[in-house]
């Protein structure tokens, strides 16, 4: 399955800066990016090479994301405290 969706430039610089590998899964607030050891990637996740660091794609949410932006980022940060509100 070849991705049809953009990777917003803020997302792919954050995931380079990290220097960790991120997968993009659901959650009960939307989709959401989380760093592995959050959650670990499936065998059906599509890889998607930003840097050297992968983006582990679900499968599920790739049929339905038109863009992988700021917003999944936020969740995970809002929710482990690292994102001031």
Known sequence: ???SFAIDEKVRAYI???GQDFRL??????P???PLGTTDPKPSDLK?????????VSKL?????????????ERFLSSSGELST
Request: aromatic content about 8%.
């Open 61 to 73: 949410q790739a049929k339905y994301i038109k863009k992988v932006d700021w917003t999944m980022v």
């Open 1 to 3: 399955m070849i991705p």
């Open 16 to 18: 380079r800066k990290s």
């Open 25 to 30: 899964c659901t959650s009960p607030d939307g």
């Open 48 to 56: 998607i090479l930003i840097g050297s660091n992968i983006l582990y």
């Open 32 to 34: 959401v990016l989380l």
